[in-house]
């Protein structure tokens, strides 16, 4: 059995709220569904929605401390 929350439950849980969330969903970047007025998303379908979006930073290998090295006069 598939599990549903209304999107105000999701706004409680944040990060974003009710409004933004409802921008997710007018852009199609959300699936969700509505019946005599309630709108509800599938866990499936936020979880997907929070999978598929992009990184906050590119991953960057460690940058080396390059030391001088004093030659011996």
């Known amino acids: 059995m598939k599990t549903a929350h209304r999107l105000e439950v999701y706004a409680q849980r944040g990060p974003w709220g009710l409004t ?40 960057r290998r460690p940058r080396v401390a390059i030391t001088a090295v004093s030659a011996a006069a």
Do not use: C, H
């Open 20 to 59: 933004k969330l409802y921008e997710f969903v007018k852009r199609g970047m959300l699936p969700a569904r509505k019946i005599d007025g309630t709108t509800f998303v599938l866990e499936s379908d936020w979880d997907r929605f929070l999978e598929d979006a992009p990184l906050a930073i590119k991953v």
